[in-house]
């Protein structure tokens, strides 16, 4: 279970905690949260009420942006019920699992989902424990590898077609083999993760990093500006590219013929 959640952190998927009170609702999403740690991959909407109008706001639609995960939490247990699937996954902190059952059988509407799951560990009904120094450290050790693999695949993609990366095409099989041999835990199967890890924010930023890095600004200044063609959206992202790469230029030689690119780009859209 806690594995399908850290997964869920890194596929841009929507949770729901329903706590048996704000309290330990607010605690199990920061609990969540923290679980992708040293890295932040999720909005955080510690409490709200189910009768605040925002709360209607989130079951329609993420008011951010689509490549980042949400945690909601919420204490009123009608509220699996009013969301009706807008969640990807839905967690009972706290609760006694009568309580649930007792609740699914006065409510013929309600229908518990198969991702719905129910969480108590019979001392203070918190996901886990700060104290859980083992449990943490796996994670933590999970997450730097899954760090790793991005960098070291990105890098490689950098290296075989620099255009294609700066065109935002991705080669997954290559971000699968460095998954695997960086030994990635994961619930899910390999392929299907990478696909999802792609649109995270994670990832993109990942990507423009790289591409401004001192190992891709050598390749960035060898391009024909000939070859870079596209649409208006396509051409204004690569000049971000460039625009950054420039300021982060090892030398004032490439930054000049940074420069000299994005002015080449710059007027193609323009144009």
């Known amino acids: 279970m806690i594995q399908d959640i850290w997964d869920s952190l890194f596929q841009n998927k929507r949770?729901?905690?329903i706590g048996s009170t704000p309290a330990k609702a607010s605690s199990a999403v920061f609990s969540i949260a923290s679980m992708s740690?040293?890295?932040?991959?999720?909005?955080?909407?510690?409490?709200?009420?189910?009768?605040?109008?925002?709360?209607?706001?989130?079951?329609?639609?993420?008011?951010y942006k689509e490549n980042v995960s949400m945690i909601v939490g919420v204490s009123n247990i009608i509220a699996e019920e009013i969301t009706k699937g807008s969640f990807d996954i839905v967690l009972y902190i706290g609760f006694?699992?009568?309580?649930?059952?007792?609740?699914?059988?006065?409510?013929?509407?309600?229908q518990h989902r198969k991702n719905n799951q129910y969480l108590n560990n019979g001392t203070n009904n918190d996901l886990c424990s700060d104290s859980d120094f083992i449990l943490r450290n796996k994670l933590f050790l999970n997450t730097e590898r899954l760090k790793k693999s991005i960098n070291d695949s990105l890098i490689e993609m950098a290296n075989e077609n620099i255009i294609d990366l700066l065109y935002g095409?991705?080669?997954?099989?290559?971000?699968?083999?460095?998954l695997k041999k960086n030994k990635v835990s994961t619930n899910a199967d390999y392929?299907?993760?990478a696909e999802k890890l792609i649109y995270t924010h994670?990832?993109?930023?990942?990507?423009?990093?790289?591409?401004?890095?001192?190992l891709a600004q050598m390749k960035?200044?060898?391009?024909?500006?000939?070859?870079?063609?596209?649409?208006?959206?396509e051409l204004?992202?690569?000049?971000?590219?460039?625009?950054?790469?420039?300021?982060?230029?090892?030398?004032?030689s490439i930054a000049k013929k940074m420069k000299l690119i994005l002015k080449d780009i710059v007027l193609k859209y323009n144009d």
């Open 15 to 17: 949770i729901l905690v």
């Open 191 to 193: 392929e299907e993760f």
């Open 96 to 110: 006694e699992q009568s309580t649930i059952q007792q609740f699914s059988t006065k409510n013929n509407k309600y």
């Open 220 to 233: 960035l200044i060898l391009i024909d500006p000939s070859q870079l063609i596209g649409n208006e959206r």
């Open 169 to 178: 095409k991705i080669y997954v099989h290559k971000l699968v083999e460095s």
């Open 202 to 214: 994670l990832f993109c930023n990942e990507r423009k990093r790289i591409l401004t890095s001192e």
């Open 236 to 252: 204004k992202n690569i000049g971000k590219i460039y625009a950054r790469a420039a300021i982060n230029a090892v030398n004032s």
């Open 37 to 63: 740690y040293p890295l932040l991959q999720a909005h955080v909407i510690p409490y709200i009420s189910i009768t605040d109008p925002r709360f209607t706001n989130f079951i329609k639609k993420s008011p």
